[in-house]
């Protein structure tokens, strides 16, 4: 079990520009989450998936924000025209499907700094 | 609405113990979790109640009152290591049918623990 790992650990960029993230889960967690942090805040929820199946998203999900998780395994959070308030931490979760305290697991996080 | 509240900081001295509070307002609880988050880190499970009462793990316990719509943590024999954010989260159905089981955190509590 080596745990919900994320890449890139760190993204600079600049407004205007496009960048996607990638979260691959723990093994056969179905359940898998991503949630924007910023400084002294906790995590917001931003969307769930379900397998393959996008289930809930946040309205603080606008649609420069879309996300993705083929085949019901990794999944990637794409952000088009960041602004500057797109500055975060971008932690993704998963649980697993057996898990009656839908415990979720974080990785270490995307953070983004839009210059 | 939703509404999480607790202790923006707290210091206490290595050996001691400390409390940490937290009340909750949300349409869907379905249980209660506490994270603990090192700065830069992930947050990574302390502990979970669903039905009222205290649970114990070793130094940390957490106790629920769903009449009362509070939480709090128990930290005892406090050690450096300690300092860190400690997260309230609660287990919203959220929507399709209740299947997302999103986290809605807190804040946080940034907890220093000195000499």
């Known amino acids: 079990d080596t745990g919900v790992s994320q890449n890139p650990r760190h993204k600079i960029t600049k407004r205007g520009q496009n960048v996607t993230f990638r979260c691959d889960p723990i093994s056969e967690h179905n359940r898998l989450y991503w949630y924007r942090q910023t400084l002294g805040q ?6 769930y998936f379900q397998n393959e199946a996008q289930l809930e998203k946040s309205r603080l999900l606008s649609d420069r924000f879309s996300a993705e998780r083929p085949k019901g395994s990794f999944s ?6 960041t602004e500057q308030g797109d500055s975060a931490m971008y932690l993704c979760a998963s649980s697993h499907r057996t898990d009656p305290t839908y415990e979720q697991y974080f990785g270490p996080g995307t953070r983004l700094t839009v210059t | 609405g939703q509404n999480i509240d607790q202790p923006t900081e707290m210091t206490a001295t290595e050996g001691a113990i400390v409390q940490i ?3 909750y307002q949300t ?8 994270y603990q988050q090192h700065a830069g880190e992930a947050p990574t499970f302390l502990s979970y109640n669903v039905l009222d009462g205290l649970e114990e793990k070793g130094r940390f316990s957490s ?5 009362k719509g509070y939480s709090y943590l128990l930290l005892k024999e406090l050690q450096m290591k300690d300092s860190a954010s400690y997260l309230c ?8 049918g209740g ?17």
């Open chain 2, 99 to 115: 299947a997302t089981n999103k986290l809605i955190f807190g804040t946080g509590t940034l907890l220093a623990v000195q000499p």
């Open chain 2, 27 to 34: 349409s869907g609880f379905n249980g209660l979790f506490w």
């Open chain 2, 89 to 96: 989260a609660v287990r919203d159905r959220g929507g399709y």
């Open chain 1, 42 to 47: 906790g995590p917001e929820f931003l969307t």
């Open chain 1, 76 to 81: 990637t959070l794409e952000i088009q025209r």
């Open chain 2, 21 to 23: 509070n937290c009340t």
């Open chain 2, 63 to 67: 106790f629920l009152s769903r009449s």
